[in-house]
């Protein structure tokens, strides 16, 4: 699918998605969700990472409001379960994913943020869950997301007061794990996402998929999957070829 507000370019090994829809802050209308989601699911397989951005001055502002017309209570719950398909593809697609925010990252363009890998921030960022005083709530998965990277009490307060994060206290708070200097971001995320590439997949693999969920896991269980994956890397032919590397350089030694 072609759709204007979206831009894929493929450098080297990393796919680079960026939204384009500069003149509406990047908000993300059904179209734009649906090319985000086709996107991620169609990536060339020669691909290994990806990263995101936004084009203009801010990173997304979210829902795209001016679609968030009268809808049934079915309507609505279709709606936030077609966010839940595009976002899960991008958490739990084939590479990891890599935003580089700036400016606004608003409600949708939270929840978004929130559902790629590593976050790399400029000192432009702000933080903000508007849903709180527009009489709505989440629903790109941000309740389950957000809470994650900086907990419950932090996402409460923030849609019920309107509280706004900029760069610095966010990064406190775990919104992202880099902090960098403004217009950088894209350029510290390309830079991620090549080293990420080149991870074997598997470990990457493991590191998307299973990590999040032993996280969730009672620690015996935890434990059991950990061994499983863990056991499954080690077989990989990749993985040997990398050790009898690092085993052949260091023997000299
Ligand atoms: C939009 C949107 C939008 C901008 N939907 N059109 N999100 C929000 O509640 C955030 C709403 N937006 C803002 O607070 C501000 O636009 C920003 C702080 C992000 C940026 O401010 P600024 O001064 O740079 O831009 P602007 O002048 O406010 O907006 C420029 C244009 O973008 C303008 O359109 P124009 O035709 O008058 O030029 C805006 O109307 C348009 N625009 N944001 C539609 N969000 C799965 S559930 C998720 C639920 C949510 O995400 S709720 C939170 C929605």
Redesign the pocket.
Known sequence: MTNPDLHLDIRDEVAIVRLTRG???N?LSDGLILALRDTFEKLPGTVRAAVIDGEG??FC??????ELKERDAGQGMQH?RL?HGALDLIQHGPVPVIAALHG?V???GL?LASACHIRVADRSTFYAL??GS?G?F???GGSVRIPKLIGVARMTDMMMTGRVYNAEDGERANFAQYLVDEGTAFDKAFELAQRVATNAPLTNYALMHALPRIAEQSADHGFFTEALISGITQAAPEAKQRVRDFLEAAAPR
């Open positions: 003149a509406k802050r908000a001055p801010h502002a979210g829902l795209d409001l001016s936030s966010w606004a608003v409600g949708g929840e508007p849903e527009r709505i989440v629903g790109g």
